[in-house]
Every structure is written in structure tokens, then in C-alpha cells.
């Protein structure tokens, strides 16, 4: 059984390490990872969904402000600045770094440059979202053979 | 852009009377955010850190707080929120005589945005993410006054 813990941990800590290296995540995803020791064994299985759920949200949020007419920058401008914390505090960083360049184009409120760098956050968050399914999975495994 | 902290010896810093912090028991924060993610990860992080926390989801909430009696060493505050954000917050406690350390955690990061945060009466401003090293800065601080 601690065989099969210590092997789930291997694959987790090879994922999130090749994640790093692509800088898809940093290493505020590991301090986050931490915190499972000061809250509950369950708490980056938990979390991952929420962050999801909210990353999908704002994008569809900053979807329909931006197909309005005449666009709301200020609100794009808000949208923008709570998917950039949020992916921040869970360690997205090319995420956060897409959401700093749709920031830009809300700021210079070109509305050709906002519908690509939207696109541009809608495939960073593709990219990296396989990824978490599959750290949930392992997170759900190695609290189960911890059990 | 600004960089990542600002306050503390800063130029940008004000300096606030604190009140004097009790080290033998634990240091009591509020944690003022309406993202309930972050909320969560600021919240397990200062619990790790070994203080007492307690949770505001706006500015409102924080200042309904205080009224009530409640008091706290630290806050961290966000800076947009619903009903009340943080620089509205900020500057209520400081009216009402608050000496807590209040430190300012945004998204933000442009320098005129940061020096409207500060303004409002902040100890310090640090920009998302909330990590160890920013956390220990804090409590460093809060226990040297």
C-alpha cells in the first residue's frame, strides 16, 4: 500500500514537474499542494475543480462582455483581473501571463486584440486542464491507499 | 508596472501606529476577499503559518466586524469586491481608529492603481500571489513593531 502511495507521488511530482519546466505552472502550485497538511488530504482535489469552475465562468463571462455593443471595457478590465488573480494563486502561470496580455487590449480597448488574447486564454486553459484532471485523479488515488 | 510589494520602508509606505501585538498567543487575522477560491488558499495558508484566522467576503463584511467588537492584528485585504472594496474598507477602519496592520493583496499592478491602494491607509500592498515569502515579510513585520 505505501508502495503504491509512493508511486501515485512519483507520477503527481513527474506531471507537475514537466508542467513547470513548460512553464504552464510555477512553483506556487506546489506551495498550494502543501497546504494539504494544514487544512485536509482533500483539499487540492477539491480545489482544482473550484479553480476550474471559476476559469470557465469568467471566460464565459468575458465572452458575452466583450460580443456587446458597445463593449464594456471597465467591466472586461474586472473580468480580466479576477481570472488573472485566481490563476495566480493556484500557480497557472502561463495562464495569469495570457490573462496580462488580454489586460493590455482591454486597456487599450482594441476589440480585435481582446477576442484573440480571450482565444489565447481559452487554449492555455485547454492545455493545462487535461493536466489537472489527470493531478485530481492521482490526488483522489493517494488519498484513497492513505485511508 | 510596479513591482511586487510595496510598503514597508518603501517610499510608498505609510506609517501607521500599530498597536502592540501580544506574542505569547496567536496572531488573530481577517482575511477580506470575495473570491471563495483564493479566500480558501489565503486561509489554509496563514492557518499553516500558525495564526487564527477569520474570513470576510467584502469590505463590509470586514467593517461589520469591527463594529461588532471583533479586533484582529492583521488584515489582508483584496482590493475589488462587491459592496464595499478595499479602499473603502481601508479607509472606514482607519476612521473608526483601526491600528491594525492592514496589507493590501490585489491583482493589480499598475503603479497608480497600488498608490490609490496605499493611500487609503495600507501598511503595505502586495500583488497576487499571496506565497511564503510574502506571508513571512508580513509576519516578520508584525511581530518586530
Given at each position: 500500500m505505501a508502495a503504491n502511495t509512493e508511486a501515485l507521488?512519483?507520477?503527481l511530482q513527474q506531471i507537475v514537474n514537466s508542467l513547470k519546466e513548460q512553464g504552464i505552472l510555477d512553483s506556487q502550485f506546489w506551495m498550494?499542494?502543501?497546504?494539504?497538511?494544514?487544512?485536509?488530504?482533500?483539499?487540492l482535489a477539491q480545489l482544482i475543480p473550484m479553480f476550474c469552475h471559476n476559469v470557465q465562468t469568467t471566460l464565459r463571462d468575458l465572452n458575452r462582455t466583450l460580443e456587446k455593443e458597445p463593449v464594456n471595457y471597465y467591466d472586461m478590465n474586472e473580468l480580466t483581473m479576477k481570472l488573472k488573480g485566481c490563476t495566480s494563486s493556484i500557480g497557472a502561470r502561463r495562464l495569469a501571463l495570457a490573462c496580462v496580455t488580454l489586460w493590455r487590449a482591454v486597456d487599450n480597448k482594441n476589440k480585435d486584440v481582446c477576442g484573440?488574447?480571450?482565444?489565447?486564454?481559452?487554449?492555455?486553459?485547454?492545455?493545462?486542464?487535461?493536466?489537472?484532471?489527470?493531478?485530481?485523479?492521482?490526488?483522489?488515488?493517494?488519498?484513497?491507499?492513505q485511508a | 508596472m510596479v513591482s511586487e510589494k510595496m510598503g514597508f520602508g518603501n517610499v510608498m509606505s505609510t506609517s501607521k501606529t500599530m498597536k502592540i501585538i501580544d506574542t505569547e498567543k496567536k496572531i488573530s487575522v481577517l482575511i477580506v476577499e470575495d473570491d471563495l477560491l483564493i479566500r480558501?488558499?489565503?486561509?489554509?495558508?496563514?492557518?499553516?503559518?500558525?495564526?487564527?484566522?477569520?474570513?470576510?467576503?467584502?469590505?463590509?463584511?470586514?467593517?461589520?466586524?469591527?463594529?461588532?467588537?471583533?479586533?484582529?492584528?492583521?488584515?489582508?485585504?483584496?482590493?475589488?469586491?462587491?459592496?464595499?472594496?478595499g479602499i473603502e474598507a481601508t479607509k472606514q477602519l482607519r476612521s473608526m481608529g483601526v491600528t491594525s496592520m492592514i496589507v493590501g493583496v490585489t491583482s493589480?499592478?499598475?503603479?497608480?492603481?497600488?498608490?490609490?491602494?496605499?493611500?487609503?491607509?495600507?501598511?503595505?500592498?502586495?500583488v497576487k500571489p499571496l506565497n511564503a515569502e510574502k506571508?513571512?515579510?508580513v509576519l516578520n513585520e508584525l511581530k518586530n513593531i
Amino acid at each position: 500500500m505505501a508502495a503504491n502511495t509512493e508511486a501515485l507521488n512519483q507520477q503527481l511530482q513527474q506531471i507537475v514537474n514537466s508542467l513547470k519546466e513548460q512553464g504552464i505552472l510555477d512553483s506556487q502550485f506546489w506551495m498550494v499542494h502543501s497546504l494539504k497538511e494544514a487544512s485536509s488530504p482533500f483539499f487540492l482535489a477539491q480545489l482544482i475543480p473550484m479553480f476550474c469552475h471559476n476559469v470557465q465562468t469568467t471566460l464565459r463571462d468575458l465572452n458575452r462582455t466583450l460580443e456587446k455593443e458597445p463593449v464594456n471595457y471597465y467591466d472586461m478590465n474586472e473580468l480580466t483581473m479576477k481570472l488573472k488573480g485566481c490563476t495566480s494563486s493556484i500557480g497557472a502561470r502561463r495562464l495569469a501571463l495570457a490573462c496580462v496580455t488580454l489586460w493590455r487590449a482591454v486597456d487599450n480597448k482594441n476589440k480585435d486584440v481582446c477576442g484573440s488574447a480571450l482565444n489565447g486564454i481559452r487554449q492555455e486553459y485547454q492545455t493545462l486542464r487535461s493536466s489537472l484532471d489527470r493531478i485530481v485523479e492521482l490526488e483522489r488515488r493517494i488519498v484513497s491507499h492513505q485511508a | 508596472m510596479v513591482s511586487e510589494k510595496m510598503g514597508f520602508g518603501n517610499v510608498m509606505s505609510t506609517s501607521k501606529t500599530m498597536k502592540i501585538i501580544d506574542t505569547e498567543k496567536k496572531i488573530s487575522v481577517l482575511i477580506v476577499e470575495d473570491d471563495l477560491l483564493i479566500r480558501k488558499i489565503h486561509k489554509v495558508m496563514m492557518t499553516k503559518f500558525g495564526t487564527e484566522v477569520q474570513l470576510a467576503s467584502n469590505g463590509k463584511e470586514a467593517v461589520d466586524l469591527f463594529l461588532s467588537g471583533a479586533s484582529f492584528d492583521l488584515i489582508l485585504t483584496d482590493l475589488e469586491m462587491p459592496i464595499m472594496d478595499g479602499i473603502e474598507a481601508t479607509k472606514q477602519l482607519r476612521s473608526m481608529g483601526v491600528t491594525s496592520m492592514i496589507v493590501g493583496v490585489t491583482s493589480r499592478n499598475q503603479d497608480s492603481e497600488i498608490q490609490a491602494f496605499m493611500k487609503s491607509g495600507l501598511n503595505a500592498c502586495y500583488v497576487k500571489p499571496l506565497n511564503a515569502e510574502k506571508v513571512t515579510a508580513v509576519l516578520n513585520e508584525l511581530k518586530n513593531i
